[in-house]
Each structure stands twice: as C-alpha cells, then as structure tokens.
C-alpha cells in the first residue's frame, strides 16, 4: 500500500497567521488517465470528516478561498492563507491514485 | 442534497457478527461508487472497502479481507458492510462515503464497539 506521510503532526497557529501541511507519499500519485487522486479533508472535533480539495488543487464548493492545495508527484501541501478559529482541527491527506486508498496520520491544527 | 446516514453499530462481543447499513439519498445511487472507513477512538482514518455502482467491482484492505464484505441495494439506494468474527481492534466509528477515489461526501458515522 502507499504510505502518505504528514508533516507537521501538530501545528500551532496565530490566527490571521498563515499555516501549510506537507503530505509526502511513497510512490508516484499519477494515476493513468493523467489524473493525480491527492486529497485534504478536515475533520473538525466531533465531526465527521469534510473534503476540501480534491485532485490536489480544486477546491469542493463551499470551501473558504483561503484554502488552497498544490504539489505534484510525491510532494503535495495544504496552505491556509489566514487561519480563522475555525480551522481548528484535524487536516488529513489521502491519495486514492493506488487503491486502497490510504490516508495520512492527520495534522491537528490548534490556536 | 447528497446525505449518508450510516446505522447498525452496536456493542458486541469478539467473534460476533454484525451488519451495517448506509442510506443514500440526494444523488442517483446507482451511478457512483461508494467507500467504507473506519476510525479508532482518537485515531486517524482506515479506508476498508468499495463497491462498483452495479455491485460488481469489489475491493478490500488486507485488515478486513475474508471477514467484512461490503453489498448493495440500488433499489432501496442502500449500502452495507457485513462483518464477521469481529475482534476488539474492529472497535471503531464506522463512515461510508460517496465515490472509490475522491471520498466528496461522508456519513456522519455509527459505532461499533467489541468488547468481552
């Protein structure tokens, strides 16, 4: 299975502060058909997990635009541009290129 | 609106069986893949299986292989996990979600608890 490794695991932020997370995985998320299956769900406490971006870069609808996501390959980061009290929480990455799908080990995100 | 709504977890004892279930609606049921996960009290996330929009295409991890299998329901736009022998690591909140890849929309989850 692809492993997918976060960093940092845990990050303190300022808020109106900018914050990124780096996912790394074990082997190339470029899947066939030219698309690479890298994304960023947040699970806020108490929730279930919510998709932010999908294919690496394309925000779901609804999501705030200081979110963003970039990378290619291997190496893939979520930005917060300015990070808002609610943002707190658990950012996970998962590549869906290589099934099983598999999932970073989270980055909890707190004030 | 695409809305899960997962039900079945219950507290059992290891080695007991149990089903649970995932109804869909919001969206043509039959026309999407769909994913179950698993999460561990205070940890992170297990993708366990998928299920083709027909039923035909399968696909397990290794850690639920030969004991869950995952079904569905077109008709009645409903999901399903069966799991056997189940064993206290299984403990755990219990999410399906639209598509194989991308995950765009989750349940809000339902928990199995196995415990002697």
């Known amino acids: 299975d692809v492993v997918m490794t976060q960093s940092p695991l845990s990050l303190p932020v300022t808020l109106g502060q900018p914050a990124s997370i780096s996912c790394r995985s074990s082997q190339s998320l470029v899947y066939s058909n030219g698309n690479t299956y890298l994304s960023w769900f947040q699970q806020r406490p108490g929730q279930s997990p919510r998709r932010l971006i999908y294919?690496?870069?394309n925000r779901d609808s609804g999501v705030p635009d200081r979110f963003s996501g970039s990378g290619s390959g291997t190496d893939f980061t979520l930005k917060i541009s300015r990070v808002e009290a609610e943002d707190v929480g658990v950012y996970y990455c998962?590549?869906?290129?290589?099934?099983?799908?598999?999932f970073g080990q989270g980055t909890k995100v707190e004030i | 609106q695409v809305q899960l709504v997962e039900s079945g977890g219950a507290l059992v004892t290891p080695g007991e069986s149990l089903r649970l279930s995932c109804a869909a609606s919001g969206f043509t049921f039959s026309d999407f893949y769909m994913t179950w996960i698993r999460q561990a009290p205070g940890k992170g996330l297990e993708w366990l299986s998928y299920?083709?929009?027909?039923?035909?295409?399968?696909f397990y991890a290794d850690s639920v292989k030969g004991r869950f299998s995952i079904s569905r329901d077109n008709a009645k736009n409903a999901l399903y996990l069966q799991m056997n022998s189940l064993r206290v690591e299984d403990t755990a909140l219990y999410y399906c979600?639209?598509?194989?890849?991308?995950?765009?929309?989750w349940g809000q989850g339902t928990l199995l608890t196995v415990s002697s």
């Open positions: 299920i083709s929009g027909s039923g035909s295409d399968v």
């Open positions: 998962m590549q869906g290129t290589h099934l099983p799908g598999t």
């Open positions: 294919k690496v870069s």
């Open positions: 979600a639209r598509t194989a890849r991308e995950l765009d929309s």
